[in-house]
């Protein structure tokens, strides 16, 4: 899934002191929320990204050659206890996540083109509560995760016009069951 660094990105990474970035966006009901690796704000695509510094982490992105479906994990710690009703009440199952490493240059700007490491959908959060902080860890799965899901339609006019209301496609197929049709020959 991963694609390759630009030719600014890749030149930055060679050089002695390599300044890599993490980007992250979470799309939740709410509202999406855009954080990096380092600290304070940064800009970078027209948009703000707040920084998080060493309270965040992400797990290892897996590439593999095979078709299947590989997961990452996004851990923020030191999350004030008031904000994990937010939490917990925010719907994430299905939202999307976005996954982007960059280079920084000596001015500690973004070079161009982050390359985008991993697309996926948002699964469980498991919260650690701590007292005054606690610890998020969000679980995040490939969307190749969504062939295995199992998908049940039926070819009736019930389940068509569920679908597709007004949609006459389906109204005649049970007709056609008991249907004699003259074919070749005479009639």
Same mark, same amino acid.
């Given at each position: 899934?991963? +694609?390759? &660094? /630009?030719?600014?990105?890749?030149?930055?990474?060679?050089?002695?002191?390599?300044?890599? %970035?993490?980007? *992250? #966006?979470?799309?939740?009901?709410?509202?999406?929320?855009?954080?990096?690796?380092?600290? +304070?704000? &940064? /800009?970078?695509?027209?948009?703000?990204?707040?920084?998080?510094?060493?309270?965040?982490? %992400?797990?290892? *992105? #897996?590439?593999?050659?095979?078709?299947?479906?590989?997961?990452?994990?996004?851990?923020?710690?030191?999350?004030?206890?008031?904000?994990?009703?937010?939490?917990?009440?925010?719907?994430?199952?299905?939202?999307?996540?976005?996954?982007?490493?960059?280079?920084?240059?000596?001015?500690?700007?973004?070079?161009?083109?982050?390359?985008?490491?991993?697309?996926?959908?948002?699964?469980?959060?498991?919260?650690?509560?701590?007292?005054?902080?606690?610890?998020?860890?969000?679980?995040?799965?490939?969307?190749?995760?969504?062939?295995?899901?199992?998908?049940?339609?039926?070819?009736?006019?019930?389940?068509?016009?569920?679908?597709?209301?007004?949609?006459?496609?389906?109204?005649?197929?049970?007709?056609?069951?008991?249907?004699?049709?003259?074919?070749?020959?005479?009639?």
């Amino acid at each position: 899934m991963t +694609g390759r &660094l /630009s030719g600014a990105a890749e030149a930055e990474s060679y050089k002695i002191v390599a300044r890599p %970035v993490l980007l *992250v #966006e979470f799309g939740f009901t709410s509202g999406t929320s855009r954080l990096w690796s380092g600290l +304070g704000t &940064l /800009s970078w695509n027209g948009l703000d990204w707040l920084g998080v510094g060493t309270l965040g982490q %992400v797990s290892s *992105v #897996e590439e593999t050659l095979e078709v299947r479906a590989a997961g990452a994990s996004f851990e923020l710690s030191g999350v004030p206890a008031d904000l994990l009703t937010h939490v917990m009440t925010e719907p994430l199952q299905s939202r999307p996540v976005k996954l982007w490493l960059g280079f920084m240059d000596e001015d500690w700007a973004v070079v161009p083109d982050p390359v985008l490491i991993f697309r996926g959908l948002m699964d469980t959060v498991d919260i650690r509560d701590g007292g005054p902080t606690a610890t998020i860890t969000l679980l995040a799965e490939n969307r190749l995760r969504d062939l295995e899901r199992l998908r049940v339609r039926n070819y009736t006019d019930a389940d068509q016009q569920a679908e597709y209301p007004g949609d006459r496609g389906l109204e005649f197929v049970p007709a056609l069951q008991t249907m004699t049709i003259p074919w070749g020959g005479s009639a």
